[in-house]
């Protein structure tokens, strides 16, 4: 009989009377486990041999665990002071128990929690006793951890295991062991000889020319063998859907916005009719520069139109902010707190000079905010930036848009509620509902933007509808993960980084 190689390896080193490991067969045969497995599985096809499977549970201790390996688990230390403070005698006051423990915050919690259900004694109204019959050195949880310490990993008491797991003690791991024995067809096989023949993996022209292929074996395809991970770079899924978002945007005929992450208030607030009090303009929550501290230049005519919007309002009945506006503070450079620096660039004709209706601009780019770091803030993120110019928009228009964009991405249950900015008028909050928590996360803040703002930026015969909208929070609602700081940063959960199938 001709067989591939691998498998004329496995069947000559099983045997019929002890199953042998995949592990030990690769050992024995200088063949990858995989292609033992591979040749495994065919063999098993053919009859030849049976290949069981096992599930090998084995448990390594987390740092809690080997911190109570080193100091002993807090139950116990709570029991032995108590006995040293004679609580076995009568009830001992429960601070002075804790206080001669030495365990402290958590520990606390985590001794009482175990105590009583161990049998070490009771816990009343405050006070603790120790029962004299109770033997810490019989704990099988503490055996248990003693016992994987020394590198014994088959721990064979589950409950025990079980235990030490909840308490997040030791971390279970299951694999699949797979072994392979021979059948008595496997045997007869082998007494009536068995040879190797070259495997072939693809059929080539040649082979079939030459008249080849008629003596080759083809090995097949065996899509259960186990194969190695692989866990190579990939592109963040940040990245991805960044690219996703412009992919989807070009594809809505938007272009893209290029600008600088660092720049002059003036771009950054004061074009948008932001006044120079604005709290947002305060020094908590901007980056500001420290080293260039000023832009050197700023259009002189864009300067002098927005100071006077800004003192005066724009048009006949208009009325500005009647405060102070100091050129010096628009001069001021800082890391863009959004990316709505681009637009004001691009719409003054000061990056690509003069645009004339209609246009559809975007970016996708980093922002940055001296926020309070939790679940869905960060210190920067990325901003979707976007603007429509166009005669008559509306709201319609707007939302019209969301619902087109999200809608791209699998979100069609988009929700909307008024809002205030400064610079644009409607506005509006955009959420979204979290696929896993069911909450409502607001993605991004938008309206049309308002005539003070426009006017000084020499937009007059057209309307402009733009938004701001984030791109994290866009990722949670396609992934469905709930804090911000799995996806990046020092915190942020490889697995889930590297499992995330890529979606288009
Ligand atoms: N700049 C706004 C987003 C926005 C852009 C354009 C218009 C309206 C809102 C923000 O960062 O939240």
Known sequence: MKLPDAQVAVLETASAQDAQTIDDLADATDHKPETITGAAFDLEEQGLVVVESATDETAELTDEGSQYLDEGLPEVRLYEAALDAGADESPVQMGQAIGQSGLEGQEVDIALSNYARKGYGSIDSGEITADADADPDSDSEASALDAL??????????????????????EL?????????????????????????????????????????????????????????????????????????????????????????????????????????????????RFAMDQPREIDELPADLVERVEGAHRNGVGPDGDGYHSPWDEDFARALALRGHTTSLSTRYLSGEQIGELEPPQRYFSVEKVYRNDTLDPTHLLEFFQIEGWVMAEDLSVRD??????????????????????YNPYTEPSFELFGTHPETGELIEVGNSGIFREEMLAPLGVEDADVMAWGLSLERLLMLIYGFEDIRDVHGTLCDLELLRETEVMY
């Open 173 to 285: 791991t299951e694999r699949t062991v797979r072994s392979v024995r021979l059948t008595d067809d496997g045997v007869t096989a082998l007494m009536e000889g068995v040879e190797a023949a070259e495997s072939v993996g693809q059929l080539t022209p040649e082979m079939l020319t030459s008249g080849e292929w008629r003596d080759v074996e083809f090995s097949e395809y065996n899509v259960e063998a186990d194969a190695a991970e692989f866990t190579g770079g990939k592109e963040h899924i940040l990245r991805q859907t960044a690219n996703r978002v412009k992919d989807v945007l070009v594809g809505m005929g938007f272009e893209e916005m290029q600008g600088p992450h660092v720049d002059a208030d003036f771009w950054i607030n004061d074009c948008l009719f932001m006044p120079q009090d604005h709290p947002a303009r305060t020094h908590w929550d």
């Open 398 to 419: 707007l939302m019209g848009t969301f619902e087109e964009f999200y809608a791209q991405f699998g979100i069609t249950d988009l929700e909307y509620k008024p809002h």
């Open 149 to 170: 310490a020394a590198g014994d990993a088959d721990v064979d008491d589950d409950d025990t295991l079980d235990r030490l797991d909840s308490r997040g003690l030791v």
